[in-house]
C-alpha cells in the first residue's frame, strides 16, 4: 500500500519514531556530566524549542520561573512562550520520572493543551 513500509508503518509513524529515536539518542550523548549535560543539551536544542540563543546559554533558573508563570491566553497563543513552557515540563519530567524524552514531550503538550483549554485559548 503506498505510503507504508514492508512492516506496515506508514510514514507518519516512521517519522515519529525517528523524532524519537532523534530526541533519545540526543539526549544520552549530551548527558555525560548531569549538570553540565543538562546545560549542554538546553544550549544545543535550545533554539529548536523557542529558547534564543541568550536564553539557551543560561537555563538553570529559566524553567522554574517559567513553569511557575499563570498559564494565560497570551502564552497560549506566544509561539516561543507555549514551546519554552513545552521544553521546561517535558526536561522537569524525564528528571523526575526518567522517562524517554520523546514521551515527555508528548506528555507536556498534552498537559499545556489541556492548561490553555481552561484559560479559554484552544491550541
Known sequence: MPGEDE???TDEERCKIA???GFDEAMRTCLGDEKKGKE???KSAGPLLGFTESESNDVSGKCSA???KAI???L???FRGIRQWVMCRAWELWEKERIRFGDAIGRA???IKDKC???GAYI
Open 40 to 42: 549542554t543539551a538546553f
Open 117 to 119: 483549554r481552561g484559560a
Open 7 to 9: 512492516k506496515g508503518l
Open 72 to 74: 494565560t491566553k497570551d
Open 66 to 68: 517559567i513553569l511557575e
Open 109 to 111: 503538550w498534552d498537559e
Open 19 to 21: 523524532w524519537e529515536i
Open 76 to 78: 497560549c497563543f506566544d
